[in-house]
């Protein structure tokens, strides 16, 4: 009679089909079909419809998660167990979530400085990422994986894993979320987020923890590529110019020692309290000594709570008050600037700022006082479309021009007569292919295909707003 006691006996007597115990087996199958979908369904999409295909991956991730949940006849609510947060349980996983995000950090500068095509990969998607208008783009990459994937993991995944030890639940849990992201370089730290993550639900049986710190992660991320300079999206950066020698190293350990100190403090807040009674009735059994040693004792973790709370805002503040200046800053620190006028140059322009398909051309008009040769120093950096440079003349003659998606040209020497002058920059994006077949550049043969030049542009939606940096001087 045991046997038809068991919730894994898939018939009972009457016919109908009994819940079916998960095990560990149902998520690692799960995770397979969904690495399939991804290299085959997914990436086609994606490259397709960019930031929409993504939209269209965590839909069919939450469908996946919710399929494998109701084939076997599982508890939505035990497999999903969302609940009201409560104070204690969300800084816990607050600091976790920092302790994540600093060790997360650590991870990926030393990928940088051994992997320097880590940054290329940072550039492709702070570029896919900028396509769309900041609200739509926030909902995708923001929102939707925070609910889609966190239920797909932490969810149905996490929740096969649970006749495991517990710490090895979380770790395998959160080394398939790295795998997931199918980028070897990107493996380690999202797996560490991940592992954070799966973290907060083992103490709290509760999926929001996950599903809000993930959301605030990715938050971040997107007000962060709508708001870093065009200059660190358009080019690689190698880090050990910035990093390099013991500087690096110490850069290192202070994110480790942050990371491990944050984490102390999330395992100390996790702990279960005692209730208000429950306490009061252990106090009184004490000798009075006894009382005079467990006061002292709640003194010093009174004190201990306050040091916490200062050295957590300590580390939130900054992080949150930057990324708040760089959201409602953004319109303004992408302004175009006027040009400056200085004794030691001609001319001075240097401007970040977002364009798209509608963008007027930036004209910059100038006086050479004096016949001389002067230098010139053009930057055109972005991550899509093409720029175009042309000095012109009062008469409106070329004297110099250039195009390009970005480039740096510097010391150039130009020989200028005493005169008005016009540095005109002009943007291609949806006739790009237009401006590039005007310039003749079908008719060479000897350089890149035109159509494999297209692509390597990332057009995109013409209509979407890209960030740009321009810097143009003669002295």
């Known amino acids: 009679m045991d046997e038809f006691n068991r919730t894994d006996y898939n018939d009972d007597l009457n016919g109908e089909r009994r819940p079916t115990t998960l095990k560990p087996y149902h998520g690692l199958i799960l995770f397979l079909i969904v690495i399939a979908l991804l290299i085959y369904v997914a990436t086609p999409i994606q490259q397709a419809f960019r930031l929409y295909g993504v939209a269209l991956t965590e839909i069919m991730l939450l469908a996946c998660a919710l399929i494998a949940t109701f084939a076997l006849k599982q508890k939505p609510k035990e497999i999903f167990p969302f609940k009201m947060p409560r104070l204690r349980p969300f800084f816990a996983s607050l600091l976790t979530w920092l302790s994540a995000y600093a060790l997360t950090t650590a991870v990926t500068l030393l990928s940088m400085y051994f992997f320097p095509q880590l940054y290329q990969v940072s550039n492709a998607i702070g570029s896919l990422i900028t396509e769309l208008p900041f609200g739509l783009s926030f909902f995708i990459v923001a929102i939707m994986p925070a609910i889609c994937e966190e239920m797909l993991f932490r969810g149905f995944i996490f929740s096969s894993f649970k006749r495991l030890k517990p710490v090895w639940a979380v770790l395998l849990c959160g080394l398939l979320f790295g795998v997931f992201h199918l980028d070897p370089l990107r493996t380690l730290p999202t797996a560490l987020l991940g592992i954070g993550f799966g973290y907060m639900l083992i103490k709290t049986d509760n999926l929001i923890y996950p599903v809000l710190f993930h959301f605030i992660n990715n938050a971040l991320s997107t007000i962060a590529s709508f708001s870093q300079p065009a200059n660190e999206l358009a080019q690689a950066y190698d880090l050990s110019t910035v990093f390099s020698g013991e500087m690096f190293v110490v850069s290192i350990v202070i994110y480790v020692l942050i990371a491990a100190t944050l984490f102390y403090f999330a395992f100390r807040l996790f702990k279960p309290k005692k209730s208000k009674a429950e306490e009061a009735a252990e106090y009184a059994l004490l000798t009075p000594e006894e009382k005079v040693a467990k006061d002292k004792e709640n003194s010093r973790k009174r004190t201990n709570k306050i040091v916490l709370f200062i050295f957590t805002l300590l580390i939130v503040a900054p992080i949150i008050s930057s990324n708040l200046s760089r959201l409602f800053s953004t319109s303004n620190s992408y302004e175009q600037t006027a040009p400056q006028i200085t004794a030691e140059n001609i001319i001075e322009y240097d401007a970040q700022f977002l364009f798209n398909d509608e963008t007027d051309a930036v004209r910059l008009p100038f006086y050479v006082p004096a016949d001389g040769e002067y230098t010139m120093d053009i930057i055109i950096e972005s991550n899509r479309g093409l ?39 002009t943007f291609y994006l949806s006739n790009a292919e237009e401006f590039l077949i005007e310039m003749g550049y079908d008719q060479n043969t000897e350089v890149e295909d035109l159509s494999a030049v297209i692509d390597k542009l990332n057009i995109g939606d013409p209509v979407a707003y890209t960030p740009i940096h321009l810097r143009f001087v003669i002295k």
Request: hydrophobic content about 40%; aromatic content about 16%.
């Open 387 to 425: 720029t175009e440079f042309m000095l012109l003349s009062a008469d409106g003659e070329n004297l110099f021009s250039n195009y390009g998606m970005y480039g740096t040209m510097t010391n150039l020497a130009v020989p200028l007569q005493q005169g008005d002058y016009t540095a005109l920059f």
